[in-house]
């Protein structure tokens, strides 16, 4: 397959039929451009400002989301979409070059705190992270309004893995996009904090569209069922709003009635490590604790004659995450625990 090398203003999400793209955006050091992969599918009923676009790889060391994107551009049939479908399986095709969460390499930017004022447009804001957070804000935004944003825990957090956004004030946009995380099949759907600058996700919700988050795995690997996780949400979204014909089975967790609902908007929910130290598991993500329970333990070998800091529940409720590499700095997030929450939301 050929994919047409092309500058974000020559792109066509509009006619009929598929068409595979290398989008350019101008290198900040190299004579050259960076090359960010884009496929978009267009229907027989696709109408303006209508349709879904799933991210992979916003931050570059997360795995499991560009791996099941890349599946679906090969399964994806055109005869069988009725809408507009985009898929960006790579989407900072820098961090992504080093394996890195940020953009380390160029302008040492992280994707996902880059969607702020004057993004790609102001000189002191124009590394090539800024403007790929202007790239979609010009090219994306305006033709979708499903927004699927696939991540994993990389190497810091390990998460139950779960499909996520904020609180929403609209009750029906709320609705749609709980009911569209549930579809991912995943153990639990997260409502979580919406108080961080920057946030691809935030910004989408922002402006009305109905858009998802995932942590899919941990470590800087690709878990299998990460990867079907992924897929099947996509999909699922797809056909749901109607954007791809055809019918999709509720699978996993979401066939059997276990997923799980939690929210982690208070601070109360985090715990950051008080020292530099190394974090030891007592107990995995997913399970059901109440406030003041021993979740884990902080080392600190340089006063390897004391016992460990004990890392306990702040609220009672789940386990949604934990720090996965050992090695914490002082004042990262090492335990998080959501307030469970019913159904529906």
Not at 152 to 172: L, T
Not at 254 to 271: L, M, N
Request: glycine share 10%.
């Amino acid at each position: 397959m050929t994919r047409l090398v092309v500058k974000p203003s020559d792109l066509d999400l509009d006619s009929p039929g598929r068409r595979d793209y290398w989008v350019a955006l101008e290198h900040d050091t190299m004579w050259g451009a960076q090359l960010i992969p884009l496929t978009v599918w267009v229907g027989p009923k696709a109408a303006k400002g209508r349709g879904l676009v799933a991210f992979g790889s916003t931050h570059g060391n997360e795995y499991e989301g560009p791996v099941a994107l890349k599946q679906l551009l090969g399964e994806i049939d055109i005869s069988v979409v009725t809408g507009r479908i985009i898929i960006i399986p790579v989407l900072n095709v820098e961090a992504f070059r080093t394996g890195t969460r940020d953009s380390v390499e160029a302008d040492r930017v992280n994707l996902n705190r880059a969607f702020i004022d004057g993004a790609g447009k102001q000189p002191t804001l124009a590394g090539i992270t800024h403007r790929l957070a202007a790239f979609v804000r010009d090219h994306i935004w305006p033709q979708v309004h499903v927004v699927i944003d696939l991540h994993s825990g990389g190497n810091q957090i390990r998460f139950d893995i779960c499909a996520s956004f904020h609180p929403i004030e609209d009750p029906e946009q709320a609705r749609l996009t709980a009911d569209t995380a549930r579809w991912f099949g995943v153990p639990l759907v997260m409502v979580y904090q919406n108080n961080t600058p920057g946030l691809l996700t935030s910004e989408a919700e922002r402006l009305g569209k109905i858009t998802v988050g995932t942590e899919l795995g941990w470590g800087e690997a690709v878990l299998r069922k990460g990867v079907t996780y992924g897929r099947q949400g996509v999909l699922a979204a797809a056909i749901n709003h109607g954007q791809l014909a055809g019918k999709i089975e509720p699978i996993a967790h979401h066939a059997d009635g276990t997923q799980k609902s939690a929210a982690i908007v208070d601070f109360e929910c985090y715990v950051p490590a008080p020292f530099a130290g190394h974090y030891e598991e007592v107990l995995p993500c997913g399970v059901r604790v109440k406030k003041g329970d021993l979740v884990g333990r902080l080392h600190d070998f340089a006063r390897i004659d004391e016992p460990a800091w004990p890392v306990r529940a702040g609220v009672d409720g789940i386990v949604v995450g934990q720090a996965w590499a050992a090695r914490v700095r002082q004042g990262q997030f090492i335990l998080c625990v959501g307030r469970e929450q019913p159904w529906p939301m």
